[in-house]
């Protein structure tokens, strides 16, 4: 039987690392962001995300075929590993979560959102996917699920702990396969890496945590105040690094 694994990520969250990771392991197939191009043709996103026509051009843009043949598609290999921005499930019927392992994937919009602004000079709460994670995370609940919390400074505080005690949560074994990787591009890679990939494929595992050192952009602050309170509800949830 087929295990789904879909971590819901913000932007910029360590995400393509964590998919990265994932392809390490001999049990697993990685897909990148299969509803990128459902999201961009049915928002207004793609006005403004670099390179939406490209996605648009290449992916399937009908995201109940998505869900129907990738994401509970057939595949070789035990594990499948879905690596999805919580704001591209917009306009979908939910409930195949009920058949996914779900992961949230949380970041301190003070290290977010200037990475963010570098390719979306002027992002809204929704592109951010805080609120959308909360709500997410109500829905996974009142269907039974437990989802863990993964917050982006913690993991790169402690990869091993804190993947090993995520592996456990999800009930597959961690290897340590998983800390590291050749640098370079992946063939899973999307056709958006070109703009949002530069730093991972220069990596050769997770970097450590490096707390921002240049002042907050002023323009980013109301959209900051919008974010933290969203963000603290989930960090509180999140595998802690002096748990593992």
């Not at 829905?139 to 917050?151: A, C, F, H, I, M």
């Not at 974010?227 to 509180?236: F, M, N, T």
Request: aromatic fraction near 10%; hydrophobic fraction near 35%.
């Amino acid at each position: 039987m087929t295990q789904r694994i879909c971590l819901w990520s913000g932007p910029r969250n360590i995400s393509t690392a964590l998919m990265y990771s994932f392809a390490q392991r001999n049990d697993t197939t990685v897909v990148d962001e299969p509803l990128y191009a459902h999201y961009l043709s049915t928002t207004e996103a793609h006005t403004y995300h670099p390179g939406a026509a490209d996605v648009i051009a290449v992916q399937e843009n009908d995201g109940v075929k998505v869900v129907r043949d990738v994401i509970l598609g057939d595949y070789p290999t035990p594990l499948v590993f879905f690596k999805h921005m919580t704001h591209h499930l917009v306009n979908l019927d939910w409930s195949f979560l009920d058949q996914t392992i779900n992961i949230l994937l949380t970041r301190d919009p003070r290290d977010m959102l200037p990475s963010y602004a570098k390719n979306v000079e002027q992002p809204t709460l929704r592109d951010t996917d805080y609120a959308d994670h909360l709500k997410l995370l109500d829905y996974l609940r009142s269907r039974g699920q437990t989802p863990p919390v993964l917050d982006a400074k913690q993991v790169l505080l402690n990869p091993r702990g804190v993947l090993t005690r995520l592996c456990v949560q999800i009930g597959i074994p961690f290897e340590e396969a998983m800390l590291s990787w050749k640098a370079g591009a992946r063939p899973e890679d999307g056709v958006w890496a070109k703009y949002w990939y530069h730093a991972v494929h220069q990596s050769t595992g997770f970097q450590p945590y490096q707390p921002k050192t240049t002042p907050f952009p002023e323009h980013l602050q109301p959209l900051l105040a919008e974010c933290q309170p969203y963000y603290e509800q989930l960090a509180a949830l999140a595998i802690q690094t002096d748990e593992v």
